[in-house]
């Protein structure tokens, strides 16, 4: 059954109509808003009540999912975080009544102040302007935001050349990572010979770490179909692919309804907005493959072959899918082309610093008070990005590391946090980019763990081409699991230096090219925690189990049991209300003891 | 194991097969019809479309979404992404392993769960996260996990 797009509208009386909007992305869903969303309809048209309830995509604050924006002509916008299906009612009883929230829950809005506002304050919403603002399954709402003007002003009133020059005045460099200007990136496709051109959107997001393509996507997947016609008018494209991985249902499924509306209005397909130009989409779902993300692999993949990655050149740009000219660029970067379009290149460029214009957008997650999805103009320090947008490290601990670029990027260290975000200066930090993966680590974080899980990673993901990137870092990870397992040896820091430079320098694509970025970080930021558990046999972390062990301090314990009980190998033992102990000989070092005492009874020696 | 019935794999290669490049496609909605690729039918693939046998097995073993045996009626995927893994996700792994008795990748005796250990399903503030067949369940702690799973196997039981 179609589900409605424009919510329940019960009574049709005024547009100053109060609305409630339900952010249901990926992780709204996952944290309830689904629930909450039926509950509301239900509630809403049982009572009668004069509301609109509609849907929109991620909202962003997903430390606060699920989040609920009531928004009227008088009282003007208001969110509420952390909502159930048990207290929206209540909410809405009272809002309804007295015009009044609990300020529990609100965790922003525009005549409030919260705990909460230095989230939105330090951030620029180019990209995300419309995410957890617009139903994404209307295209109705996509265009009162101004949807769709940029193609048509593109179309009209522009030569594919003018065009190009725009984006190219406007400084927009690749999203995907590697920073390449879009605007030369298009020109190449543009010059190259042949008739037949294809348009690649690449929503392969395949960084651990990282969901910024899912959220945009599931939030405004217009402003990706509107750039990629303008992308595709430009280069002179007639067919398009969205190459998106399948872990991603709600995405595919949302643009599915987005190129159908678009189709049905003219703005896709044949003699877009009665021209003589035509250009489609359509979606090629990823089968679960990183190395995919590399766009040579990409294109075989496409062809339905194992996505092997090739040398380059030939770059798409004169030899891609089926060997002709292709233009490929990331989701995010599609993303910014109307708005640079409508608004011009002057305004993005105004944004950002001299050799990074515009915003980016990143995934905070990890050990942060405040993760989401968040939007920031070039030039931010990561600090800022850290302390003021995300409020700091959870639970009183301290600051480690802040990952960024995944499994090609690095970690950097407390010392550098005043890096500011640009192409340049995070390269710099021996760190990349990315597409916008950023995890937060904290003091119980193990650094050599860390690499460990990057190159197991990446060592899993190696397709298996090339011999530096196969087995170099198949060698590299056996180091690192020698080291984690307490079993280090002098000359394992040597080696894996050494190693890491060979990889680095002999791979084929860029997953071996950038394999031991985190190796090759930690080792010079964090030098001391491989030293440590190579010569002290000692996790400074607290995580390698062979190099811990759980203790009880007698002074917290209450002999309340717990931890007896849930303990799966029945290490524990003691009297009732007194102190328990853990018998080291039989512990597997789980730690479902620490996680279960109520009283910090647990602690870990390290 | 029960011989599957064809004729779905059939009618889906028939319509994708118009496209070049479709032979991805083609797996993908051959797994969505059976929940794995049965050998037989890969080799009917192979005739229909005329890529050599070898081919379509290479392509199919190179991506990890393709399964080569029947999975169970619920496939539990526990997310090892960066925020997962630094927020316990190998603790969430290691107490499925040894609540359900299985290893990554295996499935239960009575067919009811299989574990799958998977790079990332993007919900990262949520971590650490696993998905049950279509659910995310986020925030995990081993207390919600246990809750999660028993709710599971009573609704699998009362079905059975």
Redesign the interface.
Known sequence: MPEKQKGVLLRKDSVKTTKLKVGLGACGIAAGANEVYNELVRYVSTKKIPVMVEKTGCIGMCHNEPLVEIESEKEGRILLGNITQKNIDTIIDEYMEKQTVNPKYIVAGSDYITEHDGFFKKQVRIVLDNCGRINPESIDEYIEMNGYKALHHAIKNMTPDDIIDEVKKSGLRGRGGAGFHTGSKWNFTKQAPGDEKYLICNADEGDPGAFMDRSTLEGDPHAIIEGMTIAAFAVGAKLGYIYVRAEYPLAVKRLEIALDQAREHGFLGSNILKTSFSFDIRIKEGAGAFVCGEETALLASLEGRRGLPRIRPPFPATSGLWDKPTNINNVETYANIPRIILNGSEWYSSHGTEHSKGTKVFALAGKINKGGLIEVPMGITLREIVYDIGGGIKSGKRFKAVQMGGPSGGCIPESLLDTVIDYDSVTRTGAIMGSGGMVVMDEDTCMVEVARFFLDFTQQESCGKCTFCRIGTKRMLEILERITRGEGVKNDIEHLEQLALGVKSGSLCGLGQTAPNPVLTTLKYFREEYEAHINERRCPGGQCKNLISYIIIPDNCVGCGVCLKNCPVNAISGEKKEPHIINQDICTKCGICMDSCKFDAVDIKR | MSKPDLEPALTIIESENVK??????I??KIQTQYGYLPKKILEIISRRIDIPAA?VL??AS?????KFEESGKNVIKVC????C????AS?IL??LE?HLKITDGETTDDKLFTIER??????????P?MMIN?T????L???KLRKVINHYRKEGQSNA
């Open positions: 070049p490049g479709s032979l991805i496609t797996l993908q081919k290479g392509a190179f991506y990890s979404q393709f090892h992404g960066t925020a893994h630094i927020s316990g603790k290691g107490f040894d998977v790079a990332c399903l993007g919900c990262c503030s949520l971590a996260v279509d995310t369940y986020g925030r702690t081993l207390d």
